[in-house]
């Protein structure tokens, strides 16, 4: 296939990249830069000049609590962009797969979201996402709606990254406990994306790691695997104030892939082990 991946110098488009290339498909990686989200010419231009079968759309504006202060920006990236974007597709008869994200949900209870359970964002963020969503939904019926959480990769800024960082001048850190939800590898991610956008299994999924942590667990983990002597002491959201409100669940239910016949992804603890290891390897 010709797969065009968007956003492909973040975390995620990265490693779709190098996935989607080692399968042998003609991959063409744009970033903002080459392909505005805002700038329907130029968008339009890129297809037609790419021809793609497949659309992987990673980019967005992913800055969660500047978004608060920047609303009609995220909006018109991560909405009317995305709009635009599956209008192209649907004009090209090419699939789309639109990477979304558990904060389109309310963050309630201590269940797993279902695909097609209630949603009802709590942030501007998981409001322009949904808005992306429906988008797809409206002009499409060759899509795949992918939504992750709590991600994390060699190529951008992570949890992971930023907890080895302060384990080098802190010796106690405080974490909120009260949120929960499942870290989520793009090495791990990435191959499945592929498996899908090989398919014609179109319809909503979730995709993390297996298992849920806290914030605080994930940090835990992430000083014992990497062999770094920090203690760390749970809290509540409260004590850790941010200007975009944080779901406290965030976990997401896998039965969609199962039902598909896809592989879940491994366990979020081996997922760590690797991470790290590939960040060794960096020399990071």
């Known amino acids: 296939m010709k797969i065009l991946i968007t956003g492909a110098t973040g975390q995620l488009g990265h490693d779709c990249v190098e996935e989607c290339r080692a399968r042998g498909h003609e991959v063409h990686g744009v970033s903002s830069e080459l392909f505005p ?3 329907e010419n130029v968008m339009r231009a890129v297809l037609e000049a790419v021809e793609p079968d497949a659309i992987l759309h990673a980019a967005a504006y992913t800055a969660v609590d500047k978004a608060e202060d920047e609303p009609s920006l995220c909006r018109k990236i991560n909405a009317a962009g995305t709009e635009i974007l599956a209008r192209l597709a649907r004009a090209r008869d090419a699939k789309l797969l639109y990477v979304s994200t558990d904060y389109v949900f309310p963050g309630t209870g201590d269940t797993p979201y279902e695909t097609n359970a209630l949603t009802s964002p709590h942030n501007v963020y998981g409001a ?23 991600v994390f990769g060699a190529h951008g800024h992570n949890f992971v990254k930023t907890m080895l960082d302060l384990s080098k001048t802190h010796k106690s850190l405080s974490i909120v406990a009260d949120q929960i939800g499942s870290p989520t590898y793009t090495r791990d991610l990435a191959p499945l994306l592929a498996d899908m956008l090989e398919s014609e299994k179109y319809g909503i999924y979730h995709a993390t790691n297996e298992g849920f942590c806290s914030w605080a667990k994930f940090a835990a983990e992430i000083f014992r695997q990497a062999g770094a002597d920090v203690n760390v002491t749970s809290v509540p959201s409260h004590m850790y104030p941010t200007k975009a409100v944080r779901p406290k669940n965030s976990r997401l239910s896998k039965k969609s892939l199962d039902d598909a016949g896809f592989s879940r992804l491994p366990p979020w603890e081996d997922a760590v082990g690797r991470f790290l290891k590939e960040l060794k390897q960096a020399g990071e």
């Not at 322009?128 to 709590?150: C, M, N, P, T």
């Open 37 to 39: 989200l805002s700038d």
């Open 128 to 150: 322009s996402k949904l808005a992306g969503e429906e988008a797809v939904q409206q002009h499409l019926d060759k899509y795949f709606i992918v939504r992750i959480s709590w």
